[in-house]
């Protein structure tokens, strides 16, 4: 049978409650930037239940129409689990004893459908384990045709080696429905998908159509300008922590603007290599790529080790928006370039260049994994940072000790 939020009661008499389609085009909507929507998605890939050694994102065609195509060589999804990434709220996610660092990323059980709805109407999910295969049809366009007033998920299951579709009188209707909407028309082009996964063993596979577009019925995303990369010129604007009142201007941040420059930064310690239309991305070391770096410990109340954090100059051109502190929670970037100190004040140079680096894991990242949650412990490591942050700006601009390294408490 599909998967669905029955409306039914159950033995008791209490009826459990339904998801509204519409729901997805809601739950998408705190995803103001699309580049925070592609992460989610590497995010579950990245996360030790996958523990993908590479991910994959390209443009592709199908019926003449561009889509995104997301691919990793993780562990797959198991049949009883795929259910629940298209449902809400399950989080399944756990640190791997083998690797005692790699801490999940995931906590809501919400990224892939928050993510991939807002890029697309629709997403299909192709996945294989070492001895199972899965396909699964997240999509408006599905349930807008069929009149649902609840979530509805065709989903298919194969057994390997075979390739057999498990029970498949049960699953007919989900077959017919995922060959009637989807960009694939036959299931024969389903398995040839779920073959070519064979290539990386095990692994997932995801396709998102009817891209989402803007004013004029253009592709809110830019995939002509740049044949290895992914473009949101839309994204030009500058962050809303920068200082409006300055009487210059300054170059926008990259990353901002272009998917492979946010990747390069997206995680502290890379972990995981990732491809942007057939070229490999060079992944950044943040803390590693400042000049006259400067190093301090960090202790808040709430946790047993100081933090470390780094301050330095910038490698790159000092006219640019790429400064302030970058804040990462568990290995992944959440805030980029928070003004932070002098970098706050308006009409004055002072600060710029300056870039910090800290991965703050005592503090709570908001569902996007943009932002931090306001709390106190937040407010208080902002200002600390921007003392530190001053100090170093003050003491190199002063002083002059270009070069030089110390260590602080």
């Known amino acids: ?24 085009h809601g739950n998408s909507t705190p995803h103001t ?13 990245y996360d030790p239940d996958v523990n993908a050694e590479e991910f994959w994102i390209d443009k592709v065609d199908y019926e003449g129409s561009p889509c995104l195509m997301f691919k990793d060589n993780g562990s797959g999804i198991s049949p009883d689990k795929f259910l629940k990434m298209f449902s809400f709220g399950y989080c399944e996610k756990r640190r791997d004893e083998s690797y005692p660092n790699h801490m999940p990323i995931g906590q809501y059980g919400n990224g892939f459908k928050s993510g991939s ?10 996945t294989r384990t070492k001895d199972s295969a899965s396909v699964g049809f997240l999509s408006k366009t599905y349930l807008e045709a069929i009149g649902s007033d609840n979530l509805i998920v065709p989903i298919v299951h194969y ?21 009637t909407y989807s960009v694939f ?3 024969d082009a389903l398995k040839e998908e779920l073959l070519e996964l064979e290539t990386c063993g095990t692994g997932t596979k995801i396709i998102i159509s009817n891209l989402k577009k803007i004013n004029n019925d253009l592709l809110e995303l830019d995939f002509t300008s740049d044949p290895r990369d992914i473009l949101c010129p839309a994204a030009q604007e500058v962050e809303a922590s920068a200082v409006k009142s300055r009487s210059f201007t300054l170059n926008p ?37 400042l000049r006259e770096p400067c190093y301090f410990n960090y202790k808040p109340h709430t946790v047993k080790s100081p933090i470390r954090v780094t301050f330095g100059f910038t490698w790159g051109q000092m006219e640019t ?29 002072d600060g710029i ?31 600390w940072f921007g003392d530190k942050l001053n100090e170093y700006w003050y003491e190199k601009k002063y002083t002059g000790t270009p070069g030089q390294s110390r260590q602080q408490r």
Not at 33 to 45: S, V
Not at 331 to 340: D, Q, W
Request: include cysteine; charge should be positive.
């Open 33 to 45: 930037w699309i580049f925070g929507a592609f992460a989610e998605l590497i995010d579950n890939a």
């Open 185 to 187: 028309h036959s299931e």
């Open 253 to 289: 941040s990259r990353y901002r603007v272009s998917l492979r420059e946010y990747c390069t930064i997206l995680f502290l310690k890379p972990r995981m290599i990732i491809h942007i239309r057939g070229k490999k991305v060079r992944t950044k070391l943040v803390s590693r790529a």
């Open 1 to 24: 049978m599909m998967a669905t939020c029955s409306t039914a009661t159950n033995q008791d008499g209490i009826q459990p409650v339904g998801v509204c389609p519409w729901y997805l």
């Open 321 to 349: 928006e790429d400064y302030g502190m970058m804040l990462y929670n568990r290995n992944r970037l959440i805030k980029a370039f928070e003004r932070v100190g002098c970098q706050r004040q308006s009409n004055t140079t």
């Open 353 to 383: 260049g300056v870039v910090g680096v800290a991965e703050i894991n005592f503090v709570e990242p908001e569902h996007t994994k943009q932002n931090f949650t306001s709390s106190t412990a937040y407010n208080a490591a902002l200002r």
């Open 117 to 126: 709805m807002r890029m697309g109407e629709d997403a299909i999910v192709f």
């Open 159 to 179: 057994s390997l080696p075979g390739m057999q579709r498990c029970e498949p009188r049960k699953f007919e209707n989900n077959l017919k429905a995922i060959l």
